[in-house]
């Protein structure tokens, strides 16, 4: 049997814009499975060859995206690593970032060696190899690290324009920083804070040379003094570390040290007052950098439910407290979650025999949960905001009670499936 559950409660979601509510865009990092809704050039362009070692959500750093970039740059026809989602029309885009040497204790050893934040023309391409032109590169980004010296931390902002790269760069307090990258029309705003100091805007740029829809996203690189030594293709086609034979610059040695670490990618609808619409944000006479500030340098705050267990699953087993994301087993007080586990590295979670009760429950698309024989799992929703919803699958061959259900939202848009002799009820 499967059972459809109607909902008691009707959600209202607000449509801004061109019709993208962004927030549902936004990563916490959370979820491992969450790397597959974003997108990487190297796939979307046709590149054979890649120029990041490693990159993971909540794998290698919970709660993290981890980069690793291998001697790769983002200057002129240069073309680095870039995860990254298509956005339409205007946004706020908001990354807290941290760069460290591979050996994660000191800044990175290697000139030109950040991680930052990036907004990118697609190039359209699809097969590198036969499709790649000179003067293709449009970007603009902000990242932090090591730039033209390795002993004081620096942000490096870049606008390229036809592969024309203008950059500059200035010292920074840490390796680690909010950046905020705001498009309005075709003004790009720039801006950066570091913890417990206040927000500066970095740069404005007029990039209306930019289509509606833009590539934003996560940038690392790393060993310009390598990258240097090598022709624009040389270094686009080619994986470069010390695998590579033969090397034409053998007498200059690889030093790729870098590894960019990403706390959160949130994304916004901008919301303008009245009294700003219309206006050019990249000419300071039309808009103040206090004008800016005033409007964009809010706190950021998170996209996820915050205090929620959630399922990490690096193993089936319910009762193993490694499986959720404080490493401790939910209790009769936690709402639990259940993330996408559509990729190799989750396993989807089985309840075994034994009573369990939770507050609330989402079971994301993507998501699997599966109740054994023997066990029974109540979902009390008397507590405020308490909640039970189904996008994914549910396979009960065991007891599901829901109760407390008048006035809370429970909702099953996928599949709640009763076994045979199972046992699947709702109550008020």
């Not at 959720?324 to 989750?346: A, F, H, K, M, R």
């Given at each position: 049997?499967?059972?459809?559950?109607?909902?008691?409660?009707?959600?209202?979601?607000?449509?801004?814009?061109?019709?993208?509510?962004?927030?549902?865009?936004?990563?916490?990092?959370?979820?491992?499975?969450?790397?597959?809704?974003?997108?990487?050039?190297?796939?979307?362009?046709?590149?054979?060859?890649?120029?990041?070692?490693?990159?993971?959500?909540?794998?290698?750093?919970?709660?993290?995206?981890?980069?690793?970039?291998?001697?790769?740059?983002?200057?002129?026809?240069y073309r680095s690593n870039l995860i990254f989602k298509e956005v339409a029309g205007d946004f706020i885009f908001t990354i807290l970032v941290h760069?460290?040497?591979?050996?994660?204790?000191?800044?990175?050893?290697?000139?030109?060696?950040?991680?930052?934040?990036?907004?990118?023309?697609?190039?359209?391409?699809?097969?590198?190899?036969?499709?790649?032109?000179?003067?293709?590169?449009?970007?603009?980004?902000?990242?932090?690290?090591?730039?033209?010296?390795?002993?004081?931390?620096?942000?490096?902002?870049?606008?390229?324009?036809?592969?024309?790269?203008?950059?500059?760069?200035?010292?920074?307090?840490?390796?680690?920083?909010?950046?905020?990258?705001?498009?309005?029309?075709?003004?790009?705003?720039?801006?950066?804070?570091?913890?417990?100091?206040?927000?500066?805007?970095?740069?404005?740029?007029?990039?209306?040379?930019?289509?509606?829809?833009?590539?934003?996203?996560?940038?690392?690189?790393?060993?310009?003094?390598?990258?240097?030594?090598?022709?624009?293709?040389?270094?686009?086609?080619?994986?470069?570390?010390?695998?590579?034979?033969?090397?034409?610059?053998?007498?200059?040695?690889?030093?790729?040290?870098?590894?960019?670490?990403?706390?959160?990618?949130?994304?916004?609808?901008?919301?303008?007052?009245?009294?700003?619409?219309?206006?050019?944000?990249?000419?300071?006479?039309?808009?103040?950098?206090?004008?800016?500030?005033?409007?964009?340098?809010?706190?950021?705050?998170?996209?996820?439910?915050?205090?929620?267990?959630?399922?990490?699953?690096?193993?089936?087993?319910?009762?193993?407290?490694?499986?959720?994301?404080?490493?401790?087993?939910?209790?009769?007080?936690?709402?639990?979650?259940?993330?996408?586990?559509?990729?190799?590295?989750?396993?989807?979670?089985?309840?075994?025999?034994?009573?369990?009760?939770?507050?609330?429950?989402?079971?994301?698309?993507?998501?699997?949960?599966?109740?054994?024989?023997?066990?029974?799992?109540?979902?009390?929703?008397?507590?405020?905001?308490?909640?039970?919803?189904?996008?994914?699958?549910?396979?009960?061959?065991?007891?599901?009670?829901?109760?407390?259900?008048?006035?809370?939202?429970?909702?099953?848009?996928?599949?709640?499936?009763?076994?045979?002799?199972?046992?699947?009820?709702?109550?008020?």
């Amino acid at each position: 049997m499967i059972l459809r559950i109607i909902t008691f409660a009707v959600l209202l979601i607000p449509i801004y814009g061109n019709g993208q509510v962004l927030s549902e865009l936004s990563d916490e990092f959370d979820r491992t499975c969450s790397l597959s809704e974003w997108q990487n050039i190297e796939v979307v362009e046709g590149w054979q060859e890649t120029h990041l070692e490693l990159h993971d959500i909540n794998t290698s750093n919970p709660g993290q995206l981890t980069m690793i970039p291998w001697t790769t740059a983002w200057f002129d026809d240069y073309r680095s690593n870039l995860i990254f989602k298509e956005v339409a029309g205007d946004f706020i885009f908001t990354i807290l970032v941290h760069s460290s040497n591979k050996a994660g204790n000191d800044q990175p050893s290697s000139t030109f060696s950040l991680s930052g934040a990036m907004i990118r023309t697609p190039t359209g391409m699809t097969d590198a190899e036969s499709e790649w032109v000179t003067g293709d590169q449009n970007y603009v980004f902000l990242s932090i690290g090591s730039a033209n010296v390795t002993n004081v931390p620096k942000f490096e902002v870049k606008s390229t324009i036809n592969s024309n790269s203008v950059l500059n760069y200035n010292p920074v307090s840490g390796l680690t920083a909010l950046i905020r990258l705001v498009k309005i029309d075709g003004a790009i705003i720039v801006l950066h804070q570091i913890p417990g100091e206040d927000f500066v805007v970095r740069q404005r740029y007029d990039r209306s040379d930019m289509p509606d829809t833009l590539q934003v996203g996560m940038v690392t690189y790393t060993d310009w003094p390598k990258v240097n030594t090598y022709s624009y293709a040389f270094h686009n086609f080619n994986t470069l570390n010390e695998d590579l034979d033969p090397d034409s610059t053998d007498y200059q040695p690889f030093n790729a040290d870098l590894i960019g670490t990403f706390e959160y990618a949130r994304f916004e609808n901008v919301l303008l007052p009245t009294e700003f619409e219309g206006l050019d944000f990249s000419d300071e006479n039309e808009v103040t950098d206090i004008e800016i500030i005033d409007l964009f340098s809010y706190p950021s705050e998170s996209s996820d439910l915050i205090g929620w267990k959630i399922w990490n699953g690096s193993n089936s087993d319910w009762n193993d407290p490694s499986n959720w994301s404080d490493n401790s087993l939910p209790t009769i007080q936690d709402s639990i979650l259940i993330p996408n586990c559509g990729c190799p590295e989750v396993e989807y979670p089985e309840i075994g025999s034994g009573n369990f009760t939770f507050q609330s429950m989402i079971i994301e698309n993507g998501g699997q949960v599966t109740i054994s024989n023997g066990s029974t799992l109540t979902i009390n929703l008397s507590g405020p905001n308490a909640r039970f919803e189904n996008y994914g699958n549910m396979y009960n061959s065991g007891i599901i009670h829901i109760s407390n259900t008048l006035g809370k939202t429970v909702l099953n848009e996928g599949i709640l499936e009763c076994e045979s002799g199972a046992n699947c009820t709702i109550t008020d």
